[in-house]
């Protein structure tokens, strides 16, 4: 096959007949610059004008071709001016009204007139009308021929008619005719695809039965441009992924002897699943290509140990490892877990964290320039300019969901090219059903934790209504007295932080009023991280036994000992942060419940997300049912930046062909890889976040 350079399809569409500047200006509104921009605008809707419809068989709510004899045409005021006009087809009779027209258009609707119409029909009363229906006079000697295929409607804007739209698609399909296709056609012909323009041609153009099978995607046509979409995005992140390769890495070759070191200090065995992501891990970091591999795996299965193996490698080797945390809490738990980990082999931790004094921040940075920390652990601080590592061989950043892909790049780019670019490892505890997995970081390789540590007891989740919260003093105090430990979550709808804390301060005061005796901390995200971290130790120390918290409690806290959560207005939460928050409990072996309490009246969604908590502990399943109710652009995370937004694949409506786009891909890469680049270009814009930086 032979991809033309001056392709047509990237021609601008001011070659178009009719397109001058004040249209382009318009058609750019919606995003369309070259042919192809304005062949994959797909229509939102069709008309069916392709066939008149007997007036007894309409229904309200369609709109439809119907053709009659003028009855009669009044002007009538009821309540204000009006010209209704009725038509009679012979099996039913139906009502036009007008409320703008001229004297002109009430002569020509007279008695006998036929006429031909489209428009919405509603139904009031026992009466079907049409409100300002579009006409044409219907003439003997000259009849009107319908229409060959179904009206296209196109998401349009203001001074773009659908007209207008529609003639230029019409004339781009003819300009482009005979063109070759990016999809070779074994490919095709195994999987029963139309060509490219066949396709094109049948969603613009499409027949009169096909309307609903395009409208809801099943139609070959949209599942054929999906997949090709699918393919595109799958070769852009199959082609980054192979040009970070090339880009020289640190082969790590050591014998283990931290880790084994590590592994003795411990008071349990690591579980199998574990291990196998170390030895994974392990396996990547001795390779002189850069590892990029997510650790996926659920609330509580021991990712931080996993980071921990993986960072002893690399200082084994000689190198400095950065840990990123998302929130001061994360990070300042890691901080104490790899301090207390780490130091007794010898080994030292460094710390970088926004609210960190001057003095200490410059003693902190010539720590890690210097090479004295070999691990450094903080939050977003760690990206800072003046963050300067002298070898940096590793980087781990947990919780990754809340990082972007550009942030990563930049903390990639603290390496030293004379050593070679640091190694990445990507840890989150959203679990994504591993076809989407693939599909999202394809330019990563991916391993999952699919083990708990043994020992713990399925969390029991209860869903009630926050007018029983009394019931839960009384459950609370059994559960101080027993010497386990509780989290109260506060949440408020409003996104001001200072509402947030009030709520949590006066939630804190309300308890220990009515649980005198019981000591109460208080977290929330207005507190100085100093503070925070006083609260936190005194909570895991255990001379705290209830901690009411705003959210910021959501990822990673390990408090094995905490037994119950309660979580106030659960109903405003996701489900993928009440997963989260719900995974503090049921670390230890004590046997755990996570109390959700909502506001009344309930709305259906929100019910649906407190029962698929109920019913599931198991994050993935969350997941699934996390991504049928909200979509993958949210569930990712992505809805901002793009980086998963589609034109016409949807990520859940097509999760099933993703197989198939994976086994494409790897078909065109080696068999076919002059098709590459031109579905690259075809469907990935150019700002895309995936382009290397
Ligand atoms: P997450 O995957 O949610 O980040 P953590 O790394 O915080 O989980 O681990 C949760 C808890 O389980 C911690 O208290 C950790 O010490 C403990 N843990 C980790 N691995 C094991 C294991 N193999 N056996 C027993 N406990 C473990
Ligand atoms: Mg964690």
């Known amino acids: 096959m032979h991809v033309s350079l001056n392709n047509p399809l990237m021609e601008s569409v001011t070659t178009l007949k009719g397109v001058g500047p004040k249209m382009a200006e318009n058609l750019q509104k919606l995003d369309i610059h070259c042919i192809q921009d304005l062949l994959f605008h797909l229509p939102s809707q069709y008309q069916d004008r392709t066939r008149v419809q007997p007036i007894s068989s309409l229904q309200g709510g369609r709109n439809v071709l119907v053709e009659g004899e003028v009855e009669k045409t009044d002007v009538v005021f009821r309540g204000r001016r009006m010209m209704l006009s009725r038509i009679s087809d012979g099996t039913g009779k139906l009502t036009l009204r007008f409320f703008y027209f001229g004297a002109a258009q009430q002569r020509g609707l007279s008695e006998g007139v036929r006429i031909r119409c489209f428009g919405e029909i509603s139904q009031s009363m026992h009466q079907l009308e049409m409100i300002h229906p579009e006409y044409t006079l219907l003439n003997q000697a000259n009849p009107l021929p319908l229409e060959k295929t179904l009206t296209a409607i196109y998401p349009a804007t203001k001074g773009l008619q659908q007209r207008s739209l529609r003639r230029l698609i019409t004339t781009a399909l003819k300009e482009v005719a005979g063109l070759p296709d990016f999809l070779p056609l074994a490919i095709r012909r195994d999987r029963k695809m139309p060509e490219l323009l066949m396709a094109l041609r049948q969603i613009h153009q499409p027949d009169a039965e096909s309307s609903q099978a395009l409208l809801n995607a099943y139609h070959p046509a949209i599942k054929r441009l999906a997949f090709e979409e699918l393919l595109a995005h799958q070769l852009s992140l199959r082609q980054f992924r192979l040009q970070s390769r090339e880009v020289a890495g640190i082969a790590m070759n050591t014998q283990g002897k931290q880790l084994q070191a590590l592994q003795d200090s411990l008071p349990f065995t690591l579980t199998n699943a574990q291990q196998r992501v170390i030895a994974e891990l392990r396996y990547d970091l001795a390779q002189a290509t850069p590892m990029s591999r997510l650790v996926q795996g659920d609330v509580g299965s021991g990712k931080t140990l996993v980071a921990a193996a993986a960072a002893l490698v690399a200082i084994e080797a000689g190198f400095q490892v950065a840990l990123m945390a998302p929130t001061e809490i994360l990070a300042e738990q890691h901080l104490r877990c790899f301090t207390e980990w780490f130091e007794p082999l010898g080994l030292n931790v460094g710390n970088l964290a926004g609210k960190q004094k001057a003095k200490e921040r410059r003693d902190q940075n010539e720590r890690a320039a210097l090479g004295m920390s070999h691990i450094v652990v903080g939050t977003h601080a760690l990206f800072q300019d003046d963050v300067v590592f002298a070898k940096l061989g590793l980087v781990i950043i947990d919780e990754q969901h809340r990082f972007g892909v550009s942030q990563r790049l930049a903390l990639r780019d603290k390496g030293k090219p004379e050593f070679g670019y640091p190694h990445q490892l990507i840890m989150t505890a959203t679990p994504?059903?591993?076809?989407?997995?693939?599909?999202?970081?394809?330019?990563?390789?991916?391993?999952?934790?699919?083990?708990?540590?043994?020992?713990?007891?399925?969390?029991?989740?209860?869903?009630?209504?926050?007018?029983?919260?009394?019931?839960?003093?009384?459950?609370?105090?059994?559960?101080?007295?027993?010497?386990?430990?509780?989290?109260?979550?506060?949440?408020?709808?409003?996104?001001?932080?200072?509402?947030?804390?009030?709520?949590?301060?006066?939630?804190?005061?309300?308890?220990?009023?009515?649980?005198?005796?019981?000591?109460?901390?208080?977290?929330?995200?207005?507190?100085?991280?100093?503070?925070?971290?006083?609260?936190?130790?005194?909570?895991?120390?255990?001379?705290?036994?209830?901690?009411?918290?705003?959210?910021?409690?959501?990822?990673?806290?390990?408090?094995?000992?905490?037994?119950?959560?309660?979580?106030?207005?659960?109903?405003?939460?996701?489900?993928?942060?009440?997963?989260?928050?719900?995974?503090?409990?049921?670390?230890?072996?004590?046997?755990?419940?996570?109390?959700?309490?909502?506001?009344?009246?309930?709305s259906k969604i929100a019910r649906k997300r407190l029962d698929a908590l109920r019913n599931s502990n198991d994050g993935f399943e969350i997941a699934?049912?996390?991504?049928?109710?909200?979509?993958?652009?949210?569930?990712?995370?992505?809805?901002?930046?793009?980086?998963?937004?589609?034109?016409?694949?949807?990520?859940?409506?097509?999760?099933?062909?993703?197989?198939?786009?994976?086994?494409?891909?790897?078909?065109?890469?080696?068999?076919?890889?002059?098709?590459?680049?031109?579905?690259?270009?075809?469907?990935?814009?150019?700002?895309?976040v995936f382009v290397q930086v």
């Open 624 to 688: 699934r049912i996390d991504l049928e109710i909200r979509g993958p652009g949210e569930v990712f995370g992505t809805r901002q930046t793009g980086e998963l937004q589609f034109r016409i694949a949807d990520l859940s409506r097509d999760e099933v062909m993703l197989p198939e786009v994976q086994e494409t891909a790897d078909l065109l890469l080696s068999e076919h890889p002059e098709t590459i680049q031109p579905l690259i270009d075809r469907w990935i814009r150019q700002s895309s």
């Open 432 to 602: 994504i059903p591993r076809t989407l997995a693939m599909t999202a970081y394809a330019d990563m390789d991916y391993s999952v934790i699919d083990e708990l540590p043994p020992g713990r007891t399925p969390i029991k989740t209860v869903v009630i209504a926050n007018s029983r919260r009394n019931e839960i003093i009384g459950r609370i105090q059994a559960v101080c007295a027993d010497g386990a430990q509780v989290y109260w979550v506060c949440t408020l709808i409003e996104e001001s932080e200072t509402l947030q804390c009030e709520n949590a301060e006066q939630t804190h005061e309300m308890l220990q009023e009515q649980l005198p005796g019981i000591p109460i901390g208080l977290v929330h995200g207005r507190m100085s991280a100093i503070e925070k971290q006083e609260v936190m130790q005194q909570f895991k120390s255990g001379e705290l036994s209830l901690l009411v918290a705003t959210t910021v409690i959501e990822v990673g806290v390990d408090v094995p000992n905490a037994s119950l959560m309660i979580i106030e207005n659960a109903e405003r939460l996701g489900l993928a942060q009440l997963h989260q928050l719900r995974g503090r409990v049921g670390r230890g072996a004590a046997a755990s419940s996570c109390v959700l309490m909502y506001q009344t009246p309930l």
